[in-house]
């Protein structure tokens, strides 16, 4: 779990390096340089950094490199992978726009295994995608493909290729007095669209642990959470959350941790939040083991701190780390909680 925890401080940095510069962006300008990383590696865990630099403002070219170690069946084995793209963006740029491009990837996996259906082997293939730059600096974007394993061991001949890409992106471009010009922006309330309902939802990647139970392991799993709230000021709102992560044990098959509870939103800043509420929590394992039965239910909290990279009147996205303790007492008192930590990419609608 040390590892994915790692994983999570890097993806909180990336949030803190977008908020360092927040000035508007003037036609023309655009970022020549993204670095991201490919957060569904995260669950194996695999940390693969792409770095992308903008040739022209409709061609890019991206390197990449990752290392990580998989655990599975208990038998530890490191993994290196390497790869680069092609770049061409059919509509937009670099800055936002859609993609299409060819990518090739080599993977060394020390032992039996596959990355993505490759195991030692080098795959290449096409692949379509979207990018997005925010004001920020944090950068979103997604690629979908199919690659044929040219060398090496594989699942088979033609493979999947799936990206979802988060980091930050800088070295700016343009016309310096443009953007001056477009820094002129009309005063008014940076919360005037804090009105009323607002609904949101977020899905990300997480960790928890067993307190009480040295032998209850639980691995990386899903983190998703969905939440309806009311406005009582601008800077503050009455919010009913459901937070919840699903994953696996070796000891007890896969689980699923969530809390339904009564929280307060506040805004100490236009594009920072803070959540705390109280409430119910559950604890579902698909087969009895360490938990002495199939479901627990207790009380608990939860503590979340959320970071705006990008709002357009009513519609907002975010980056979230949460952290949710549920305190339960079974039978057999072979545990006293559960504690999870999750990171999500959040959406919401005011």
């Known amino acids: 779990m040390t590892t994915t925890r790692h994983g999570w401080i890097v993806l909180g940095a990336i ?8 000035t508007a962006r ?6 020549r340089v993204s670095l991201t990383l490919n957060v569904p590696y995260l669950l194996v865990p695999v940390y693969e950094l792409n ?8 061609w890019s070219v991206a ?5 990580g170690e998989s655990s599975f069946l208990d038998d530890e084995r490191t993994i290196v992978e390497l790869g680069g793209q092609g770049i061409y963006y059919v509509r937009g740029d670099a800055h936002r726009g859609v993609q299409l491009g060819i990518d090739t990837r080599f993977v060394r996996y020390e032992g039996d295994g596959m990355l993505a259906g490759l195991g030692d082997g080098v795959a290449v293939g096409p692949f379509v995608g979207y990018k997005r730059v925010f004001r920020s600096g944090v950068t979103l974007g997604g690629q979908v493909g199919a690659q044929v394993a040219a060398v090496g061991e594989s699942d088979g001949r033609v493979l999947p290729y799936v990206a979802l890409a988060l980091g930050v992106s800088f070295w700016r471009a343009g016309d310096g007095a443009t953007r001056e010009a477009a820094e002129v922006v009309a005063p008014g309330d940076p919360l ?15 960790t928890a642990s067993i307190g009480g139970c040295d032998a209850c392991e639980l691995r990386p799993g ?8 009311w406005f009582l000021w601008r800077r503050l709102a009455l919010v009913v959350d459901s937070t919840a992560i699903v994953g696996a044990s070796p000891d007890f098959g896969s689980f699923g ?3 339904w509870s009564l929280a307060v939103q506040l805004w100490p800043r236009e594009d920072i939040w803070i959540k ?7 604890l579902t394992s698909l087969s009895a083991g360490a938990t002495g039965t199939g479901v627990e239910t207790g009380g608990g909290g939860t503590l979340a701190v959320g970071y705006e990279v990008h709002q357009n009147r009513n519609f907002g996205m975010d980056l979230q780390l949460r952290a949710t303790h549920g305190s339960f007492r079974p039978e057999d008192d072979d545990f006293d909680g559960v504690d999870a930590y999750v990171g999500v990419l959040g959406f919401h609608w005011y």
């Not at 390197?63 to 290392?67: D, E, F, I, N, Y």
């Open 15 to 22: 949030g803190l390096m977008g908020s360092f510069e927040k």
């Open 26 to 31: 003037a036609d023309g300008d655009h970022e």
């Open 51 to 58: 770095a992308e630099l903008a040739v022209r403002d409709t």
């Open 63 to 67: 390197l990449r490199g990752g290392v």
């Open 192 to 206: 005037d669209h804090h009105r009323r309902a607002m609904v949101a939802v977020s899905v990300g990647l997480g």
């Open 222 to 229: 899903l983190g998703v959470d969905a939440s309806v709230g």
């Open 257 to 259: 941790f969530g809390l």
């Open 276 to 282: 705390v509420g109280v409430g119910a929590a559950q």
